[in-house]
């Protein structure tokens, strides 16, 4: 069972992942930001799973990116989730501090997919705990 914090987490992800759709829906010119809020809502569903696994240290309030990418690290039932998550946050900067990125359809889609990609393998295992 999950614990009330990862709870959060978890309801966090689910908000960010239906407004990402919702934005790219009813703003199709702006469908990059919906890549930022998938990053977030990976985020989020990362914490969830990190907050309650025994042999990470994870205090979502006070952690740093670094941090969690650490602690992905110690988790090897996440498979190639870290280098998923990796891709999304990396595509999330370049929307977000790099003027000159043209985000596409292309773009949009593998950002669909990253964060499919993630929910798939983490999921799973909250409902476990």
């Given at each position: 069972m999950m614990s009330?914090?990862?709870a959060l987490c978890y309801e966090k992800y689910l908000a960010n992942a239906s407004f990402a759709t919702a934005l790219a829906v009813q703003f199709p010119d702006r469908a990059d930001w919906s890549c930022v809020l998938q990053f977030y809502a990976a985020l989020h569903l990362m914490n969830a799973y990190l907050i309650d696994k025994s042999i990470v240290n994870l205090d979502p309030l006070n952690v740093i990116h670094d941090d969690r990418r650490q602690a992905m690290k110690q988790c090897p039932e996440l498979r190639d989730a870290p280098k998923r998550f990796r891709e999304l946050k990396d595509l999330s900067e370049r929307?977000?501090?790099?003027?000159?990125?043209?985000?596409?359809?292309?773009?949009?889609?593998?950002?669909?997919?990253?964060?499919?990609?993630?929910?798939?393998?983490?999921?799973p295992k909250l409902r476990r705990s």
């Open positions: 009330a914090r990862a929307v977000r501090y790099d003027a000159s990125f043209i985000f596409s359809e292309t773009h949009r889609q593998l950002t669909v997919d990253l964060l499919a990609r993630l929910a798939a393998i983490v999921e």
